[in-house]
């Protein structure tokens, strides 16, 4: 038996595919909203035939938006960017975008929303991400009073943007650089935990309403990932400090390439801890226990060793 009809916008990217498969198995009946369907059929062999559907959906098309969520018991947000691009502003998909799917889902009379931000979600933060993320909350309560925020620190996992960036980073070059001295503090947490946090706010009319900082096991200063990364994928490497001052000069340069390996703004939001705050509520509250970094890194980024499948290049 159906547990009803999930809208998941974004459900194509690396947090989206884990929470497919996961509410695939709890028997949810699935329609991934995305800009480009073409890119979200490697979803349907996690359910069974018919169980999950693709349609075409950029968030800037309210009626688009209203079509996915028609009929739909519950829809999640999951879109976002790192760096604008184009018609990809902030404003307009973590902002605009995040009112309109708010709007459609309580127009169509959807019981539940979960809108995914992120830790430092604040109308006044420095980085332009983070104060679209804060407007987004703030435009999500509005349109949709029930909803649940859910907001993650770095999420890690097969897919991740983080660790597979700096692992593929540490195979070509001979130094990493520590933004900032290394000093940022982050609290990662595992993706199969946020499809799970998900999965329970869905589930639980006691979520309705709240929001949620999603924080893994241990805190870590930036410095103790890269060596944690480095002693994972068996390589040495210099870990360069590198001021915030120098590394906003890098990103002004980096940000003109079509994918950016650095922006200014992410500079930015390095200047802040990525941690959960004292006394919000958790993956705890929401019944879960996090899965430890250590245990889940050699299952991804044992390919990056010397010999692995990504790393043919030379050990220095
Ligand atoms: N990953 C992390 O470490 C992390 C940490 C904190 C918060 N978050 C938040 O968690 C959410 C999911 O993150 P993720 O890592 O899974 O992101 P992701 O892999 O980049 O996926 C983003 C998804 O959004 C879709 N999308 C992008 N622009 C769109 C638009 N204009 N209209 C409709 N769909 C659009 C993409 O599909 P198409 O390009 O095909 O449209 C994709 O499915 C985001 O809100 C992110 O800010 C992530």
């Known amino acids: ?50 169980q999950i559907t693709a349609v075409r959906t950029p968030l800037g098309d309210a009626l688009a938006v209203e079509a996915a969520v028609e009929g739909a018991r519950a829809v999640v947000n999951l879109v976002g960017i790192l760096y604008e691009k184009g018609t990809q502003t902030f404003a307009a998909v973590h902002a605009r975008g995040a009112h309109t799917v708010a709007a459609a889902a309580a127009k169509a009379d959807v019981r539940h929303l979960v809108h995914v931000s ?21 435009a999500v309560k509005t349109a949709f009073a029930a909803a649940t925020i859910l907001r993650p620190s770095i999420v890690f996992g097969p897919e991740d943007k983080f660790f597979n960036r700096f692992a593929a980073m540490a195979r070509l070059s001979p130094a990493l650089p520590l933004i900032g001295g290394g000093h940022t503090r982050f609290q990662p947490v595992y993706v199969g935990d946020v499809a799970g946090a998900i999965a329970r706010a869905l589930s639980d009319p006691g979520c309705r309403g709240k929001t949620y900082e999603l924080g893994g096991a241990q805190v870590y200063t930036f410095k103790e990932l890269m060596e944690i990364l480095l002693r994972q994928i ?29 922006t ?41 060793r010397p010999g692995g499948r990504f790393g043919e290049t030379m050990a220095l």
């Open 234 to 262: 068996h390589r040495k490497r210099l870990l360069v400090p590198m001021p915030f001052a120098v590394a906003e000069m890098w990103g002004s340069v980096l940000e003109l390439l079509p994918v950016p390996p650095l």
């Open 118 to 138: 992120a830790i430092g979600a604040d109308l006044h933060a420095e980085a332009d991400y983070a104060r679209s993320k804060g407007a987004g909350e703030a």
């Open 1 to 50: 038996m159906t547990k009803g009809l999930v809208t998941i916008f974004g459900g194509s990217g690396f947090i989206g595919r884990h929470l497919v498969g996961r509410l695939a198995r709890e028997g949810w009946s699935i329609r991934v909203a995305v800009r480009r369907p073409s890119a979200a059929k490697f979803l349907q062999p996690l359910g069974d035939v018919g």
């Open 264 to 304: 200014r703004d992410q500079v930015r939001l390095l200047r802040h801890d990525t941690v959960v705050s004292p006394g919000s509520p958790s993956l705890a509250d929401l019944g879960i226990e996090p899965t430890a970094l250590e245990v889940v890194l050699p299952s991804y980024l044992d390919r990056y």
